[in-house]
């Protein structure tokens, strides 16, 4: 069996199954157990009626201590496995692991809202805390996709299909500094039909009126409030771009490409880099905020450690 205190004292094995180092996932736990906590009070069962006896008594979870907790719900999102291994891992049978499962991102969530790693969710709010946070107003916007099985019901099929990516996927607008790798807004999740400039503007995002938005050319005809907005030169029909024009869209792509590396850092949790398997209603939504979450704490952390040396 898998246990925290047998992996805690080797560091890479430890970054290898959660994607968090001991020290981070120390600094995760006591907001995990406190939000279990007030999800699973002791004086009520799971359906949330009153005990009649006290908490502990029956059957003996492997998942006993906070710590066992946290580690089973990092190493599905990091790992991704099937969920009759994660079961044989932790000595639980697949139903009790897929219990589990559902019942421990959810707290997880909640902790790491409340350690501010969050990205933000609600689009009016973004200029607030773009201003509050004291973030760079240099931002880059992005969509980003993530394959999921192909559904079953016909009638819901083809909005899922992406002709980007010629296979069926969930997709998500995300915003990062420039000077960062912090994801700072993450937007509801949507079908992979749906392209990246119908995202920008069904979302309505509020940016800082001072800001520059950097955009590449999936978002032609995007225009938010803002300062300046930089987007690649197309290259015009029967054309070519002048050596100006060519200078300009380089110098745009190197700026650009941090948002990949984000975005990488994002989807080392394999459950958003490997075919959702998953169909429960909101999980996929769930488990993209999970893997900005945990990357944003990755990136204040290493910002942290860099500023003792």
């Not at 190493?75 to 291994?85: C, F, G, N, R, T």
């Not at 398997?277 to 993209?288: G, I």
Request: charged share 30%.
């Amino acid at each position: 069996m898998l246990t925290y205190a047998h992996i805690k004292s080797n560091r890479r094995k430890f970054l290898a199954l959660t994607g968090l180092t001991p020290q981070e996932f120390q600094l995760v736990l006591p907001a995990f157990e406190r939000a279990y906590a007030r999800r699973y009070p002791a004086t009520k069962t799971q359906t949330g009626d009153a005990r009649q006896r006290k908490a502990g008594g029956g059957r003996k979870t492997a998942l006993d201590t906070p710590e066992q907790k946290l580690l089973f719900a990092l190493v599905y999102l990091k790992a991704y496995p099937l969920q009759i291994l994660l079961g044989e891992v932790f000595e639980l049978s697949q139903p009790r692991a897929n219990v589990w499962i559902h019942r421990l991102l959810p707290v997880l969530q909640q902790a790491l809202k409340v350690l501010g790693v969050q990205p933000q969710r609600n689009p009016r709010e973004f200029s607030r805390q773009v201003r509050r946070r004291g973030e760079p107003l240099d931002l880059i916007i992005d969509g980003t996709e993530r394959r999921r099985q192909r559904p079953k019901n016909k009638a819901i099929r083809d909005d899922f299909y992406s002709q980007h990516k010629h296979t069926h996927t969930d997709k998500n607008l995300v915003i990062s500094p420039v000077k960062t790798k912090r994801i700072s807004f993450l937007s509801q999740t949507y079908r992979g039909r749906v392209h990246d400039k119908k995202m920008a503007d069904t979302e309505r995002i509020v940016y800082p009126r001072q800001s520059r938005v950097r955009q590449d050319s999936g978002f032609q005809g995007y225009h938010p409030r803002v300062a300046e907005v930089l987007q690649p030169k197309k290259k015009p029909r029967n054309g070519e771009l002048r050596p100006g024009e060519k200078r300009h869209n380089r110098h745009l792509a190197r700026t650009r490409v941090r948002v990949e590396h984000s975005l990488a850092g994002v989807k080392r949790a394999r459950v958003l880099k490997e075919t959702l398997r998953n169909y429960k209603a909101n999980f996929s939504d769930l488990a993209m905020e999970l893997g900005c979450s945990l990357h944003n704490l990755r990136v204040r952390e290493r910002k942290r450690r860099l500023r003792k040396l």
